[in-house]
């Protein structure tokens, strides 16, 4: 198993950045795939972006393409979800989660494994 903690949210003018970062326990943390989710209240959990095992291949939801780049560093088990030019829809809690059987997914089903959440909010 993995336990993951998300870090970085917090209150930010429409246009600027964050840096949101995941840090998940263990030492198997290359053989999960590892996605960021977000929730904004009233509405289900979203879809962010998604990186691969390796870290070679990223996947971003439509909405948040050429905005935000996610990484990830093996060696400190650890996730980066870069959010630049942000705009108030991005208000929402953002979650971290880990995905074992696939090496690349963004289907909220097929991550098992859960942070906390952190919140984003934008101001306009």
């Known amino acids: 198993q993995v336990q993951l903690v998300e870090s970085g949210g917090g209150l930010v003018q429409a246009g600027g950045s964050l840096r949101l970062s995941c840090a998940a326990s263990g030492r198997t943390f290359d053989t999960y795939a590892m996605g960021w989710f977000r929730q904004a209240p009233g509405k289900e959990r979203e879809f962010v972006a998604a990186i691969s095992r390796s870290g070679s291949t990223t996947y971003y939801a439509d909405s948040v393409k050429g905005r935000f780049t996610l990484s990830r560093d093996n060696a400190k088990n650890t996730v980066y979800l870069q959010m630049n030019s942000l705009k108030p829809e991005d208000t929402a809690v953002y979650y971290c989660?880990?995905?074992?059987?696939?090496?690349?997914?963004?289907?909220?089903?097929?991550?098992?494994?859960w942070g906390q959440g952190t919140q984003v909010t934008v101001s306009s």
């Open positions: 989660a880990a995905a074992d059987r696939f090496d690349l997914t963004w289907a909220l089903k097929n991550y098992h494994y």
